[in-house]
């Protein structure tokens, strides 16, 4: 996890690496809702967080991740306590393979 200042969720810059931390508001199986003294953010945690069960309603964490397509792709997760779980990598755009690509002339 790179050491990212935490930012106000209303002044997360797009497309960009963030570092946001709040109280988890509401869950929606593998999203949930971080809230700040500023706004909400939907963050998107991956299967790390299928079935609802990785966070609870009202617990404080610190999420990094990409902001981007009006929503946190979550990286990390740092609890109260301190534990850190990788949820996977932030993804950027898609990436396309050449066989992907139309060849013709």
Known sequence: MAPLTPVAISAMPASSLVT?????AEIYGNKFVLQDDSGKALIETGRAGE???LVSRDEAV???GRFDDGFV???YLVRQDGR???LGPPKGPPHRR???F???P
Request: no cysteine.
């Open 98 to 100: 050449f066989e992907d």
């Open 102 to 104: 139309d060849h013709r």
């Open 84 to 86: 850190t779980e990788a």
């Open 20 to 24: 946001i931390k709040g109280k988890v």
């Open 62 to 64: 610190t999420v990094q």
């Open 51 to 53: 079935g609802g069960t």
């Open 73 to 75: 792709r979550a990286s």
